[in-house]
C-alpha cells in the first residue's frame, strides 16, 4: 500500500458526496486545482481517462472483480527482441534451457519443432540480417503466465491457443508467425512466444500500444478466453478496480536483481500527478461498483453483502485479493450478472440514439430543443447508473461556457432591450447558416448540462456545414465549422452581457444561479480576452489584464502571501473603478463576474494573507518613535482587512468560503494576529507536515508480477 495514496483515499471517505471522484480525493473543487496547476491537472485528466476508457474497466466491473478470480498476464519483454541471426539465435537458445525445452514453430508449420533446419528456414523468412549487428528489433517477445497451481499441461495448451488467436489468426490486421517455448521451471507456468514483426500476408509492421487495436487489455482478454477453454479461470480486470495502487515494477527491475545489481526490484515512485490520478480513479472505480450493484442485485442478498464487502475493501484502500478456492454458485450468478447489466447498458444507449433519430425528424426547431432538454434530463438520470459512459456523466455537469441567457424581469423599456439583443443574436445566428430560432431558444431556458451542450454544438457543426454546401459557400472541415460556431457563441454571448449591464441600470438582475453561471462563463471569457488583447484582438479586456495576472500567479504559486495581498489590492480597485463609473456597462459585468468568482476562489486565502502580512517597511532602529509605527501600520492592516470583508459583503459568496471567512476571523480574534512572528512559524511548520504527509511513499510494489500494462 502506498502512504500517499492513502491519505488521498482517506479525504475521499469524509468526502463521499463530492460530484466527481477528483473533486473527492482533493477535499475541494478540482477545478481549483486545475486553474493553479493546469499541466499538471491536464496529466491527472489523462492519466484517468485512459483508465476509465479501457475495455476491461466497462460495464460489469464490480461482477468481474466480484469472483476473484486470479488475473491473467502478459507482458511485452522490454529489449526481448533480436534484429539480426546472432540475436535470434542467442534468444533461441536461452529459451531451451539448455535443450531441455523444445521450441515449437507456429500452427501454419503445425508446430514443428524447431531444429537446425526449421531455424535457418525461420531466419531467411524472417529477413534476419547477418553480420550487421543492431538495427530495428524484427521480432517482439511476449510472456503468457498462469497462476501457481495451475495445470501445466492445459497452461502450455493455452498458451500456444493465445499466441495463434493473437498472431497467427488475421484478427488483427495481418498474419505473423511466430514460435512457442512451453516453460514449467518456476511456479508460475508460462510460456514465452516470440513473433516476427512483418506480416507476411500483407507486409504490416506488428504494433502494439495503448491506443492500437492490439494493445496489452485486448492480449489479457484472449487470455481469459483461451485460459478459460482449458478450464483455467482468470480474469482481467484493471490493477486499480482491485485496490492495487503501487505502481508496477519495469521488468528491468528484475533483470536488475537476477544479475546481482540490486538486492529486490522496486517499483517507480509515485510522482504528484500520479498519486492524484491512481486515488481518484479507485474512487472513480468504487462508486462504479456501487452503481451496478444497485441496479442489479437484490438488497441484503448474499451477492448485495459480498459486493458491499468488496467495495468498503477498496475505498480503504487495501488491494482485493484473489481467491484459491471460489463458490461455484457465486462465481456463476456473478458471471450471469454481468451479462445481463451489458446486455441492460446497451438497450439503455440504444434507446437514446433512437429517440435522437426521432426528435430530428421534428419540423418545430422550437419543439426540437424542448425535447432534447427533456431527454438530457432522462440521461443524467440514466448516468446514475452507468458510471462508466463519460458521454452520460456529461449530462450530469453544468455547461460554464455557452447558452446562458439574458436576466428577465423589469418594465416595457428592459424588454425592449431584451428583444433588440435577441434580434442581434439571431442576425448573427443566421448569417454563420444557423438557424436562428433554434439557437434562441438554447438560450432560453435553463442553462443547459454540458452533455446537451456539447450535444448542441455538434448539431450546429453539422448544419453550418450542410448549409454553407447547400448555399455552395464551400466546404468546410469539421475542425473550422466548430471555430466558426465558437465565434458565433462568443459573439451572442457578448451581446447578451452588455444587454445584462444595460438592464442592471435599469434595476433588473439575475437571479443568483443566472449570476453565478453566467459568472463562469464571462471568467473564462475574460481570461481568454486577456491574452488575446496583447495582439489588439481585444481592447475591451485591457483593464483586467491586472486582476487576471495576480489570480495566474496566487494559483500558480500555491497562493503565497505576497502574492494575495497584490490580488487583494487589484479587487479592490477594479471594484474603485466600477463604483467610480469608469467601466463601459458591458465591462461593468465582466468585472462583477470576476470580482465574485475571484472571492469564492481565493477568499479564504486572501484574508489569511491580510491577516498574515506584515506592511511594515522600516525596522524599529530606523524611525524615532517605533511605538507611534507600529500604531499606525496597525491601522493600515486593519483598513486593507476592512476593505476586502466590504467586498466579500458586497458581491456574495458561495457557502463554503463565508465558512472559512468566517474560520479566519475566529481564528485572529482568538489571538493569532498577536505575535506575527508565531503565527508565520505555526503556518510554516503546518505547510512542511502537510509536504511530508503527501510525498510519504515507501515507492514499493506488494505484488511483483501483478501489471496490466497501464502504468498506474
Known amino acids: 500500500m502506498n502512504p500517499a495514496v492513502m491519505v488521498l483515499l482517506d479525504e475521499a471517505s469524509r468526502n463521499k458526496s463530492a460530484p466527481s471522484a477528483l473533486d473527492a480525493v482533493m477535499g475541494k473543487d478540482w477545478a481549483h486545482y486545475r486553474a493553479g496547476n493546469p499541466s499538471k491537472a491536464a496529466v491527472v485528466e489523462y492519466m484517468m481517462r485512459q483508465q476509465k476508457q479501457r475495455k476491461s474497466a466497462g460495464a460489469g466491473l464490480s461482477f468481474r472483480v466480484g469472483r476473484r478470480t486470479p488475473q491473467a498476464l502478459v507482458k511485452m519483454v522490454t529489449k526481448g527482441g533480436a534484429s539480426d541471426v546472432k540475436g535470434l539465435r542467442a534468444q533461441m537458445d536461452y529459451l531451451r534451457k539448455d535443450g531441455i525445452v523444445e521450441l515449437q514453430r507456429s500452427e501454419r508449420h503445425f508446430g514443428a519443432e524447431v531444429d537446425e533446419e526449421q531455424q535457418m528456414l525461420m531466419e531467411m523468412a524472417w529477413g534476419m540480417d547477418r553480420g550487421k549487428p543492431g538495427g530495428a528489433d524484427k521480432t517482439s517477445h511476449f510472456v503468457v503466465s498462469f497462476p501457481i497451481g495451475t495445470d501445466r499441461d492445459a497452461a502450455a495448451r493455452a498458451g500456444r491457443a493465445w499466441a495463434e488467436e493473437m498472431f497467427g489468426s488475421g484478427r488483427f490486421g495481418d498474419r505473423y508467425d511466430y514460435y512457442t517455448a512451453d516453460h514449467r521451471d518456476t511456479q508460475h507456468p508460462h510460456t514465452h512466444v516470440v513473433v516476427a514483426r512483418r506480416g507476411f500476408e500483407n507486409g504490416h509492421w506488428l504494433k502494439v500500444s495503448r491506443r492500437s487495436e492490439l494493445n496489452f487489455d485486448v492480449m489479457r482478454e484472449i487470455q481469459v478466453e483461451m485460459a478459460a477453454a482449458e478450464g483455467i479461470e482468470l480474469e482481467a480486470s484493471p490493477r486499480l478496480a482491485r485496490g492495487v495502487h503501487d505502481r508496477p515494477i519495469p521488468t528491468s527491475e528484475f533483470w536488475k536483481v537476477k544479475r546481482g545489481l540490486k538486492p529486490e526490484p522496486e517499483a517507480p515512485r509515485h510522482t504528484e500527478e500520479t498519486m492524484i490520478a491512481t486515488a481518484a480513479t479507485i474512487v472513480h472505480f468504487s462508486r462504479q461498483m456501487e452503481a451496478e450493484k444497485r441496479v442489479l442485485v437484490p438488497e441484503s442478498s448474499r451477492i448485495d453483502k459480498l459486493l458491499g464487502t468488496l467495495i468498503s475493501t477498496l475505498r480503504a484502500g487495501h488491494e482485493i485479493e484473489a481467491r484459491s478456492t471460489h463458490n461455484q454458485s457465486d462465481l456463476k450468478e456473478l458471471k450471469a450478472l454481468s451479462e445481463e447489466y451489458v446486455a441492460k447498458r446497451t438497450q439503455i444507449i440504444e434507446s437514446f440514439r433512437e429517440m435522437d433519430r ?355
Not at 442581434?424 to 438560450?443: C, F, M, T
Not at 444595460?502 to 471568467?523: K, N, P, Y
Not at 507611534?628 to 459568496?653: H, I, P, S, T
Open 358 to 712: 426521432e426528435i430530428a425528424e421534428i419540423d418545430d426547431p422550437v419543439q426540437r430543443v424542448a425535447l432534447q432538454r427533456r431527454t438530457a434530463v432522462l440521461r443524467s438520470e440514466a448516468a446514475a447508473l452507468l458510471p462508466d459512459n463519460d458521454e452520460l456523466q456529461a449530462y450530469r455537469q453544468q455547461e460554464e461556457v455557452r447558452y446562458h441567457g439574458i436576466a428577465e424581469g423589469g418594465d416595457e423599456q428592459a424588454q425592449k432591450l431584451r428583444d433588440e439583443a435577441q434580434q442581434r443574436a439571431a442576425d448573427i445566428a443566421k448569417e454563420a447558416g444557423l438557424n436562428p430560432d433554434e439557437v434562441l431558444a438554447r438560450y432560453n431556458g435553463p442553462v443547459p448540462s454540458a452533455g446537451l451542450a456539447r450535444q448542441w454544438r455538434e448539431l450546429e457543426v453539422a448544419e453550418r456545414i450542410r448549409s454553407r454546401s447547400e448555399a455552395g459557400q464551400g466546404l468546410e472541415t469539421p475542425d473550422q465549422a466548430r471555430q466558426s460556431v465558437e465565434e458565433v457563441h462568443r459573439q451572442i454571448d457578448g451581446v447578451y452581457r452588455e444587454a445584462d449591464g444595460r438592464l442592471a441600470e435599469l434595476g433588473v438582475s439575475l437571479s443568483d444561479e443566472q449570476r453565478a453561471s453566467i459568472g463562469r462563463a464571462t471568467v473564462s471569457d475574460i481570461e481568454r480576452g486577456v491574452s488575446e488583447q496583447f495582439e489588439g484582438k481585444a481592447d475591451k479586456y485591457t483593464r483586467f489584464e491586472p486582476v487576471v495576472v495576480h489570480r495566474n500567479q496566487v494559483d500558480g504559486a500555491g497562493g503565497t502571501t505576497a502574492n494575495s495581498v497584490a490580488l487583494a489590492e487589484e479587487l479592490k480597485s477594479l471594484a474603485e473603478d466600477r463604483e467610480a463609473g469608469n467601466l463601459s456597462s458591458e465591462q461593468n459585468v465582466l468585472a462583477d463576474a470576476i470580482i465574485r468568482d475571484t472571492i469564492n476562489r481565493h477568499g479564504p486565502a486572501i484574508r489569511a494573507a491580510l491577516v498574515r502580512d506584515d506592511s511594515r517597511e522600516f525596522k524599529d532602529h530606523e524611525i524615532s518613535d517605533p511605538e507611534a509605527y507600529q500604531k499606525e501600520v496597525d491601522q493600515f492592516e486593519q483598513k486593507r482587512l476592512d476593505e476586502f470583508d466590504g467586498l466579500v459583503r458586497r458581491y456574495g459568496l458561495e457557502k463554503g468560503v463565508s465558512k472559512d471567512l468566517d474560520r479566519t476571523a475566529e481564528n485572529e480574534l482568538a489571538g493569532d494576529t498577536t505575535d506575527g512572528a508565531n503565527r508565520r512559524g505555526r503556518d510554516q511548520d503546518d505547510i512542511q507536515q502537510r509536504v511530508k504527509r503527501d510525498r510519504g511513499n515507501d515507492g514499493r510494489g506488494r505484488d511483483p508480477r501483478d501489471d496490466d500494462g497501464h502504468g498506474l
